[in-house]
């Protein structure tokens, strides 16, 4: 596979503190959130239909999601949204998240090798 047959990449995101608050968020019909642009604008998207094979686990206030985002090169989604996301809906800017990429998929979902 080349490159540009790249499609979409899972990830485990954890996130220290607003465990109850990623369930609520991801409970919501629409993500709406602001994404920077090539051209150095910024649109705003909606995370929601474009989050696949969500699952989701808590420990404490610690939450684990393993979500898989679109990455190629025409549909595009970094992780750290969801983490602008949620501190955006609970008002903590303290919230924190770590990000492991766990695989990367090819055209036909095929793992990118």
Same mark, same amino acid.
């Given at each position: 596979?080349?490159?540009?047959?790249?499609?979409?990449?899972? %990830?485990?995101?954890?996130?220290?503190?607003?465990?109850?608050?990623?369930?609520?968020?991801?409970?919501?019909?629409?993500? &709406?959130?602001?994404?920077?642009?090539?051209?150095?604008?910024?649109?705003?998207?909606?995370?929601? &239909?474009? #989050?696949r094979e969500i699952r989701i686990t808590a420990e404490g206030d610690t939450a684990q999601l393993e979500v898989t985002l679109p990455c190629g090169s025409t549909d595009n989604l970094n992780p750290g949204l969801l983490l602008? #996301?949620?501190?955006?809906?609970?008002?903590?800017?303290?919230?924190?998240?770590?990000?492991?990429?766990?695989?990367? %998929?090819?055209?036909?979902?095929?793992?990118?090798?």
């Open positions: 596979m080349k490159p540009g047959d790249l499609q979409a990449a899972r %990830y485990r995101l954890t996130f220290s503190g607003g465990a109850d608050a990623l369930r609520r968020l991801l409970e919501q019909d629409s993500l &709406p959130v602001e994404k920077r642009t090539k051209k150095g604008g910024t649109k705003t998207v909606d995370l929601k &239909p474009a #989050l602008t #996301l949620l501190q955006q809906q609970t008002g903590d800017e303290t919230l924190k998240m770590s990000v492991i990429r766990l695989k990367l %998929y090819g055209v036909d979902g095929q793992i990118f090798a």
